[in-house]
């Protein structure tokens, strides 16, 4: 365990000198920014005002920002140090294949939470300084799901990582990996396997074995608890689900996908030729 927490450590260390940690630093920090520059907090939306409307926004922009960053960023992981001859080093010390894998993981999630969280921090004490009301229960919630979502997708680019043999390869996958599940939002191709006499909820279960199609879902309940904005649809999940159970399956569906992908990623590393 030692041997895991320094390796976490050193990674953190190395990740907030990297320039990438800069600029994704600033592009939450920004969307923060940009929202109470423009008055969002103004406005309403659907019942949501002040620092609520604010929270709404901004998750649904994390939404697209997140995960490509995380994949990214996370996939030289294993396939740069492939690549740099780092391997060799690490060999040559006393830090197991486990302690220094799982120690990049947890050291990278740490690094990929970190500005997300606190971009949302930010706005929590710029509403109380302006005197606004504090949605901590909206805060909570939104946290949770933040915290899932940038798990799922670093299990996914440390599976990626570990496959690639090169950080260009593991770039281009991890894009694709991304693309692909964009599309299946809001059952994009999912429509046309109902076109061919799919079933209704083959389809919405395989839409929901998509962790974006389940953390948009999620965000949309909240606003929406009936799910009007998917129209058909939001039957067959609400009849399976409540709104609490769904709640509770988005929050822990995609952190339990994002750690079946590490887990395989690390059998696969423990029992690949390394160098």
């Known amino acids: ?70 994949l990214i960023t996370t996939v030289r992981s294993v396939a740069g140090d492939r690549e740099a001859g780092v391997f060799e080093y690490m060999l040559s010390l006393p830090v197991s294949l486990a302690a220094w894998f799982w ?73 694709i990996v991304w693309l692909t599940l964009l599309l299946f939002l809001d059952l994009i191709l999912l429509g046309i396997m109902i076109q061919d006499d799919l079933p209704a909820n083959i389809a919405v279960a395989i839409a929901l074995v998509n962790p974006l199609q389940v953390f948009r879902t999620a965000t949309m309940m909240l606003f929406d608890p009936q799910l009007v904005l998917l129209g058909p649809t939001a039957y067959v999940i609400l009849d399976n689900f409540s709104q609490a159970g ?17 887990g395989m990623g690390y059998f696969i590393f423990k029992r690949s030729d390394l160098p």
């Open 103 to 175: 120690g990049r993981f947890f050291g990278r999630f740490f690094v990929v939470f970190l500005p997300v969280v606190l971009a949302m921090l930010g706005a929590v004490i710029w509403g109380v300084f302006k005197g606004g009301a504090i949605p901590w229960e909206l805060f909570i919630y939104y946290t949770c799901l933040l915290m899932s979502l940038a798990w799922c997708f670093l299990g996914i680019g440390m599976l990626i990582s570990t496959l690639a043999r090169s950080s260009d390869v593991a770039q281009g996958a991890a894009f």
């Open 246 to 262: 769904y709640i509770i399956y988005a929050i822990f569906y995609p952190m339990a996908f994002g750690t079946i992908c590490a």
């Open 1 to 70: 365990m030692k041997h895991l927490w320094l390796t976490a450590y050193n990674d953190i260390i190395e990740s907030l000198r990297a320039r990438w940690f800069i600029v994704y630093s600033l592009v939450f920090g920004s969307i923060v920014v940009i929202l109470f520059a423009f008055g969002l907090s103004e406005s309403r939306i659907m019942g949501f005002t002040g620092l609520s409307r604010i929270l709404v926004t901004y998750i649904q922009l994390t939404m697209a920002i997140l995960p490509i960053f995380v």
